[in-house]
């Protein structure tokens, strides 16, 4: 073959690669060829043609322009030195792509020696083939031949061979659903939100998504909380892609609800209220902001049911996009039904005069809501101010701001059922014996100091009568003596004084009654108590003595020791302090049973109404009525007008004992006799 041939054949490869530069890609494919039968001979056989494949398995670039490849080698074989004629041969050749087979049919011959070869061959077809693996077309065309060199030259090879552009199948597009909005917490699965719609692509074409989160924190208007950038990427068979973008943004604008809060309520002061609070729940918050409020409203018990205040609390909830639930409140009252209590309430009581009734208690009060309030307190009386068959009720009461009250009461009942005491009553007649010179009296000065006291009534009704022995009833208050008060004077004989008391309840005392005798003059000596009543010093020294006449006894069993002991006790009484009541009695009688003593040891005569001994038992004891009794009896004794007679050169003279005689009497016959000292002189 001429060199312009072959020139000619490498421009019209050169033209089809450039024919299909524009569709091949990058990326490689797989390729092998069988060429069959694959030698073509002469008819001597000795010249001839090898188609050899060398090209199995091959793998290959699909360049931007095309890639070219050979399909076989030729080589010439040829002993002869002169031109042989070879074929012409048919042959088949195979070229798979990828696995796709294209089979093209061709004859190859012309003539060869052991220099030269003008070998020719045909291919058919001869124009662009077209074979599809998965997502890539393949176009192949015919694109070279170069004669095989001089027979025998293995180093410069004919080749037939291929240009290949590759081609993509169109990838798929894409189209994305539109833009959403969704309430929080909002479903973005894209069966709510949307799916692409995809047109060609190689086969089957599957879609995929990435999401990218943007947390706006609501920052933005209309309450975004959430932006999703969604990615949508549409992949065929072929691994084309087309992607789109959908962005989701997910609002809050729904407030949380508050549920589950305290039901109002009633408390007793002084309670402090206790709420309970509701829970909030919020699609999109799971821990919105709870804040409350509380009202205090005061009623001052104003309405039913003591209600004194009321607090009322009210709770909202924001979550985190600022949205403000509906607010929800308990209220809880609160009341004070309760009273106060009193304290010091004092028991009830019974006295006998009005002025023993107690003063009024103090009683106090405190109540539970209030603290301490103030106490009233109202006194009535059945008898006001008497001691008779009065009752006192005294009522306390507290009440406290909302008008809960309490009270308590105390009765005291007064009433007087103690009768009078007649003070003074004499227990013995009160016998007065008329003595020279005194005896043309009708009468004899008395003292007299009867009266009454009582419990409740200072001023008792006493009544003194006073029946006279010519049978006439008087006062008493008429024979009062106008020369010595407190004396009355009352006429010779007997008088009988009965003394009443009544006080204003209308008790009365028992009735005192004695009689007042008046005696009239006798003859003879009268018994003297005066000098043995204050000189027991010189009786007992004279007793001691013997000084007495002898012959003369002493009746009873008077101790004259015990006699002047208790007369000494009561004089220093006298001169340290006041007697009291019955060291005064005792007093008395003990000066009355001395004289009496005397008179009997001296004078031999003794007393016939009353035993010494049972007056020595009244005087060591306490009733002071019967030592007054024994005194009035001892002293009606020793001022009896007996007549006497002493021994000649004793005393001197006849008629009552004379004290001074009889002092001097004790003087003269007692040696060593004791000045008495001035308590008793």
């Known amino acids: 073959m001429s060199k312009a041939k072959i020139l000619t054949k490498w421009l019209s490869a050169l033209s089809l690669l450039l024919l299909f530069a524009g569709r091949s890609s990058a990326q490689s494919f797989t390729y092998s060829t069988t060429v069959s039968p694959n030698v073509?001979?002469?008819?001597?056989?000795?010249?001839?043609?090898?188609?050899?494949?060398?090209?199995?398995?091959?793998?290959?670039?699909?360049?931007?322009?095309?890639?070219?490849?050979?399909?076989?080698?030729?080589?010439?074989?040829?002993?002869?030195?002169?031109a042989e004629n070879v074929g012409p041969c048919g042959y088949t050749l195979t070229l798979n792509i990828n696995g796709a087979p294209i089979v093209y049919n061709g004859t190859i011959g012309g003539t060869v020696s052991?220099?030269?070869?003008?070998?020719?061959?045909?291919?058919?077809p001869s124009g662009e083939q077209i074979v599809q693996v998965g997502c890539t077309i393949f176009h192949v065309t015919i694109n070279f031949i170069v004669p095989p060199p001089p027979p025998n030259n293995t180093t410069n090879q004919g080749a037939v061979g291929a240009h290949v552009v590759c081609e993509q199948v169109p990838g798929p597009m894409i189209t994305c659903p539109p833009d959403v909005t969704l309430e929080c917490p909002g479903n973005t699965d894209p069966g709510n939100t949307g799916t692409p719609t995809t047109?060609?692509?190689?086969?089957?074409?599957?879609?995929?998504?990435?999401?990218?989160?943007?947390?706006?924190?609501?920052?933005?208007?209309?309450?975004?909380?959430?932006?999703?950038?969604?990615?949508?990427?549409?992949?065929?068979?072929?691994?084309?892609t087309a992607s789109c973008t959908?962005?989701?943004?997910?609002?809050?604008?729904?407030?949380?609800?508050?549920?589950?809060?305290?039901?109002?309520?009633?408390?007793?002061?002084?309670?402090?209220?206790?709420?309970?609070?509701?829970?909030?729940?919020?699609?999109?918050?799971?821990?919105?902001?709870?804040?409350?409020?509380?009202?205090?409203?005061?009623?001052?018990?104003?309405?039913?049911?003591?209600?004194?205040?009321?607090?009322?609390?009210?709770?909202v909830a924001t979550d985190s996009c600022g949205n403000v639930s509906a607010p929800v409140s308990q209220t809880i009252t609160i009341v004070d039904t309760t009273p106060p209590v009193l304290s010091g309430c004092p028991d009830n009581t019974a006295v006998q005069c009005i002025?023993?009734?107690?003063?009024?208690?103090?009683?106090?009060?405190?109540?539970?809501?209030?603290?301490?309030?103030?106490?009233?307190?109202?006194?009535?009386?059945?008898?006001?101010?008497?001691?008779?068959?009065?009752?006192?009720?005294?009522?306390?009461?507290?009440?406290?701001?909302?008008?809960?009250?309490?009270?308590?009461?105390?009765?005291?009942?007064?009433?007087?059922?103690?009768?009078?005491?007649?003070?003074?009553?004499?227990?013995?007649?009160?016998?007065?014996?008329?003595?020279?010179?005194?005896?043309?009296?009708?009468?004899?000065?008395?003292?007299?100091?009867?009266?009454?006291?009582?419990?409740?009534?200072?001023?008792?009704?006493?009544?003194?009568?006073?029946?006279?022995?010519?049978?006439t009833t008087v006062d008493l208050s008429t024979l009062a003596d106008p020369a010595v008060p407190g004396n009355f004077l009352f006429p010779i004989g007997t008088s009988t004084v009965t003394v009443t008391a009544v006080d204003a309840c209308g008790n009365a005392a028992t009735v005192c009654t004695f009689t007042v005798v008046v005696k009239p003059c006798q003859g003879g000596a009268t018994r003297t108590q005066g000098f043995w009543a204050t000189h027991v010093n010189a009786l007992q020294a004279a007793l001691a003595a013997g000084c007495f006449p002898s012959g003369l006894s002493c009746t009873g069993t008077l101790d004259i020791n015990t006699l002047e002991a208790i007369f000494f006790a009561q004089v220093g009484q006298n001169c340290t302090g006041k007697r009291s009541p019955l060291g005064q009695a005792r007093l008395k009688l003990a000066q009355q049973l001395i004289a009496a003593y005397a008179n009997c040891c001296v004078l031999g005569t003794c007393p016939t109404t009353f035993n010494l001994s049972d007056a020595l038992a009244a005087l060591n004891g306490t009733n002071i009525s019967l030592i007054n009794s024994f005194q009035s009896l001892a002293d009606a004794f020793n001022n009896s007008g007996d007549s006497i007679g002493l021994t000649p050169g004793q005393l001197t003279g006849v008629g009552p004992a004379n004290p001074q005689q009889a002092k001097s009497l004790a003087t003269k016959t007692a040696s060593g006799c004791i000045d008495p000292g001035t308590c008793y002189q």
């Open 246 to 315: 959908q962005t989701i943004t997910i609002v809050d604008t729904t407030a949380p609800t508050l549920s589950g809060q305290g039901a109002d309520a009633t408390i007793e002061c002084p309670a402090t209220p206790t709420f309970t609070p509701p829970t909030a729940s919020d699609l999109c918050d799971a821990s919105p902001t709870i804040t409350f409020t509380d009202v205090t409203t005061n009623l001052d018990c104003t309405l039913p049911g003591h209600a004194k205040q009321t607090v009322t609390r009210t709770w």
């Open 40 to 82: 073509c001979t002469s008819i001597s056989t000795n010249s001839g043609v090898n188609l050899i494949d060398t090209h199995g398995d091959v793998t290959a670039s699909c360049l931007a322009g095309g890639t070219d490849i050979v399909l076989f080698n030729t080589t010439t074989f040829s002993s002869s030195a002169s």
């Open 114 to 124: 052991s220099t030269t070869a003008n070998i020719s061959t045909s291919i058919t």
């Open 355 to 471: 002025g023993d009734v107690p003063g009024a208690a103090t009683v106090t009060a405190l109540d539970n809501c209030d603290g301490p309030v103030n106490v009233t307190l109202v006194e009535t009386q059945s008898n006001p101010g008497s001691s008779c068959n009065n009752t006192i009720t005294r009522v306390w009461t507290a009440t406290d701001s909302c008008g809960n009250s309490s009270s308590c009461t105390q009765t005291i009942t007064v009433n007087d059922t103690t009768a009078p005491n007649i003070t003074n009553c004499p227990v013995a007649p009160i016998v007065i014996q008329l003595v020279s010179p005194n005896c043309d009296a009708t009468n004899a000065s008395v003292p007299l100091n009867v009266g009454a006291t009582d419990n409740c009534d200072p001023n008792p009704v006493v009544t003194r009568s006073v029946l006279l022995p010519n049978g």
């Open 199 to 240: 047109t060609g692509g190689c086969g089957s074409v599957t879609l995929s998504h990435t999401d990218t989160t943007e947390n706006l924190d609501c920052t933005l208007a209309g309450h975004a909380k959430t932006r999703i950038t969604r990615v949508w990427t549409a992949t065929d068979e072929g691994g084309q």
